[in-house]
């Protein structure tokens, strides 16, 4: 078994939440003096690391960790409404048994992902909920779930959908499976050069020979 662990990012990874989190920023961007980004920009946008996101909408990196407290939190009153990536129910159960444990690291709420993974009826498939509020802090916590596990970086697998999630993981010397429906676009991705690159769920089957 190559991969005991399975770590998955959840925005953009199982849940489709790029137009939450787009409607969401537009509501708040009035209050912080930021500009409103326009869903024509979104396309550009996914070609864009976070450095250069942040300095295409003008984000001063002050301002982020409030964007995030206060977007989770409205979130969380739509939460239960926003759908599932197609095809991931299925993929995470016929993972799930070929691993030793299941769990999740994002910049969202763990509240949020809790209820959402509930509604879903997927919260029983993962043994752990980890959040971080700064949007560079992920290889940091990747490292501890190995320490917490007693896992050799080789034998965990993280899974997202954005440059950072790949940057966090070679950081950690841990493989990373980008997949290409979430923000980041297949293009800009691939150029990172990821470990696995997956165009839809069922990629991830490529992975089973492997569990």
């Given amino acids: ?15 489709d939440t790029l137009g939450e989190t787009l409607r969401i920023y537009n509501q708040l961007a009035p209050e912080h003096g930021l500009r409103k980004v326009d869903e024509s920009e979104v ?12 300095e295409h909408v003008q984000i001063p990196k002050r301002k982020v960790p409030s964007l995030i407290s206060k977007g989770t939190k409205i979130m969380r009153s739509n939460i239960t409404e926003l759908p599932l990536i197609k095809g991931m129910r299925e993929m995470i159960q016929e993972l799930r048994p070929r691993a030793d444990n299941f769990g999740i690291l994002t910049s969202n709420s763990s509240d949020n992902v809790d209820l959402f993974l509930k509604t879903h009826g997927l919260r029983d498939e993962f043994d752990f909920i980890s959040s971080t509020s700064r949007l560079t802090g992920k290889s940091k916590h990747l490292k501890a779930i190995c320490t917490t596990f007693s896992l050799d970086p080789s034998q965990v697998l993280y899974i997202g959908d954005e440059l950072r999630d790949i940057r966090a993981s070679q950081k950690a010397n841990i493989a990373i499976a980008a997949v290409t429906w979430g923000f980041n676009s297949r293009q800009s991705l691939e150029a990172a050069n990821p470990n696995y690159l997956f165009n839809s769920p069922d990629d991830f089957r490529s992975l089973l020979r492997s569990l």
């Fill in 43 to 54: 396309e550009e946008l996914r070609h864009m690391s976070l450095i250069e996101l942040l």
């Fill in 1 to 15: 078994m190559i991969y005991r662990s399975l770590v998955f990012d959840f925005d953009g990874t199982i849940a």
